[in-house]
Every structure is written in C-alpha cells, then in structure tokens.
C-alpha cells in the first residue's frame, strides 16, 4: 500500500542486521529522547502551574513563594487557609496530592472527627475514645462517617443548615475527601491543581462551610 515506507523500513531493518552493533546506540538515542521529552513536559507542566498559584494567590490575597514548593497561605475572609501539595509512596508507586484546608478561630470542642472514609480517623478515634454518631439523617449518614466524644453535644451541632452546607461541599467536590476536626476543615484531590479558578473556587467553598461550622467562634474584628 505504501511502498516507498515498506522499502525504507525494509532497509532499515537490513542495516540492523548486517550492523548488530548498532542497535544499543539506536536503542540510547531513543531512551535520551524519551528523557528529554519527559522533563521537557515536566517543565512545561509545572510552569503553567506556577502561573495559575501565583494568580489564585493574587486573588485570594495570600501568599505564594514561586521559588519554593506548592504552599500558599494567608488569611482569607477572616480565616487561615492552607494550600499545599504533598506525595505519598506506597511500595514503588507515589501519588501526589493537592490539599487545601481552612482553620477555625477557635476549637469546636466536640473531639469532632467527621470524613468521608472511616478508615482515615479510625485508629485516632479509638485512640481518644470517640464513637460512631448517627444524625438520624439517611443521606447524611451514608455520606460521611461521624465521631465524637459526646453524641447528643455532636448531633446539637450538626443542625440541619451544617448538615446541608456539608452536603453540598461534598457533592461540589466530587471525588475529594473531606475532613472537619475540632480545628479545621480540609478536603484532598489527586495530582497538583493546574487551574487559577480551581483553587480559589474550592478556598472559596472551604471557607463558606468553615464560617457556617465555626462562625459563632469568631469576632466581628476576626472575620475581615
């Protein structure tokens, strides 16, 4: 069908065998250029990550070293935010992950450990002796996993307007895990976000959520 090609790969291939000595120098020359095409798309990548952090931290206001690793914090509506990447390794594979979380002005003093996986806070439960707390909620319910060290202090917390604002985190962040302790809320997705709107669009849930959980513990003069 494609003669001229079937000549070339034809000859190619002779001149392989008739020069063995040549295949470790071809198969050098590939592997350099894997490499180069590897780090070169590495780059690129983390430029335009570089970029979109820099213009989420100019937006929301808080800081970004672009010399340094993914870390960006500040105070964003009158809370402290976290953004920042780290990887885990499990054998020979290592997955990175971006993690952004928002601090309460105060402690909710509920020894509150609520999550979408159980075996996330599962040996730190025991640990402090926290228990399982249903809300009576089905969806609720089934959706995260819930502890604390008193049932009737957690369930008088988690009012229907909390439950609803979590929900609704949840199902914008898709995917995600989500985490509210005594001191903070925090969600975790794959990879380095590579996106301006992105970032900001998930601090921006974060620190709605984390007002409607927290804010009866801040000031006026704090939430500025």
């Known amino acids: 069908m494609f003669p001229a090609l079937?000549?070339?790969?034809?000859?190619?291939?002779?001149?392989?065998?008739?020069?063995p000595f040549l295949i470790p120098i071809i198969g050098g020359i590939l592997g350099v250029f894997i490499v180069?095409?590897?780090?070169?798309?590495w780059f690129v990548a983390r430029k335009q990550a570089i970029a979109a952090w820099t213009e989420a931290a100019g937006e929301l206001g808080i800081t970004f070293d672009p010399a340094s690793r993914y870390l960006m914090e500040g105070n964003v509506a009158g809370y402290e935010v976290k953004v920042h990447t780290y990887t885990q390794s499990s054998g020979e594979n290592s997955q990175?992950?971006?993690?952004?979380?928002?601090?309460?002005?105060?402690?909710l003093d509920l020894g509150l450990k609520l999550s979408r996986e159980l075996k996330f806070f599962s040996g730190v439960?025991?640990?402090?002796?926290a228990q399982d707390i249903t809300t009576g909620d089905p969806t609720f319910d089934d959706t995260f996993v819930i502890k604390g060290l008193d049932a009737e202090a957690v369930n008088d917390f988690l009012t229907d307007d909390r439950r609803q604002q979590l929900a609704e985190l949840h199902q914008q962040q898709k995917g995600m895990g989500i985490v509210v302790t005594d001191a903070d809320i925090s969600i975790t997705c794959r990879g380095v976000v590579r996106k301006a709107e992105v970032i900001t669009g998930h601090v921006a849930n974060l620190t709605r959520v984390g007002f409607a959980l927290s804010g009866h513990l801040a000031s006026s003069e704090e939430l500025t």
């Open 125 to 129: 439960a025991k640990f402090f002796g």
């Open 6 to 19: 079937h000549l070339l790969l034809a000859s190619h291939f002779q001149l392989l065998a008739e020069s």
């Open 36 to 41: 180069v095409l590897v780090v070169r798309f």
């Open 96 to 107: 990175t992950y971006t993690a952004f979380r928002v601090s309460f002005p105060g402690s």
